[in-house]
């Protein structure tokens, strides 16, 4: 069973800091890796995706995937209140075009 | 900016009876997805339609589901029975080959 992880949280930080989100998957042969922000009834949306190892920076928002370690993490710079939602990280695994989400990362930012 | 369109937003149904969930996905994709969240649970992949056929489908996809994209531009979910754990939002995604899936608003289905 391919298996994408994440802390459930929530995860507080106070505005102006750095959040930090993290995600761990299962299949080694896994190649695509995306960020979706999802608010409370609303649909995902598409914050950053990444194929290879290393650092992608978008923005505010930094992804960082170490395939070794089997690891995909989000940065958030300056967090806003308005970024309080779930993260999901999603994989494609290997042999496949469908998404596997993770169960998501509260995020809350205090003003 | 393109975007997946998806209606009902809303669809309310009773137990055992048939429902068709419907989407426009964005015009020049070409890989179509269907998605459910059950509350409070994670986003769970039911079909993937590529080429005018299921390209995958996950365990959740049993017999009492179908899809459908009956012309050039919609593309649909039909459960033939409805059970009370259907309920859920579901979600329409479409994207090309190598990019982001793009997904609907979705639609909340309540199956009483």
């Known amino acids: 069973q391919k298996e994408v992880e994440q802390n459930s949280g929530p995860l507080s930080v106070p505005e102006g800091a750095i959040a930090s989100l993290n995600c761990t998957y299962s299949d080694r042969g896994s190649q695509s890796f995306f960020w979706y922000r999802q608010y409370s009834g609303k649909s995902p949306e598409l914050i950053m995706f990444?194929?290879?190892?290393g650092d992608k920076e978008d923005g505010r928002f930094t992804a960082q995937l170490n395939k070794a370690s089997q690891y995909v993490s989000l940065l958030i710079r300056d967090s806003q209140p308005s970024d309080s939602a779930t993260y999901l990280c999603a994989v494609i695994t290997s042999g496949t075009y469908k998404y596997i989400f993770g169960t998501g990362t509260r995020l809350k930012v205090l003003a | 900016e393109p975007e997946v369109t998806q209606t009902p937003s809303h669809q309310v149904t009773q137990m055992g009876q048939e429902v068709i969930l419907r989407c426009v996905p964005i015009s020049n994709h070409l890989y179509f997805y269907w998605y459910r969240q059950i509350l409070g649970q994670k986003v769970e992949f039911l079909v993937s339609f590529y080429n005018n056929e299921i390209s995958e489908k996950s365990e959740i996809f049993d017999d009492q589901f179908s899809v459908e994209r009956p012309d050039g531009s919609n593309f649909t979910l039909k459960i033939r029975s409805t059970k009370l754990e259907d309920s859920a939002m579901y979600f329409c995604a479409s994207g090309r080959f190598g990019q982001p899936q793009h997904f609907g608003d979705g639609t909340r289905l309540s199956i009483l």
């Open positions: 990444i194929y290879s190892n």
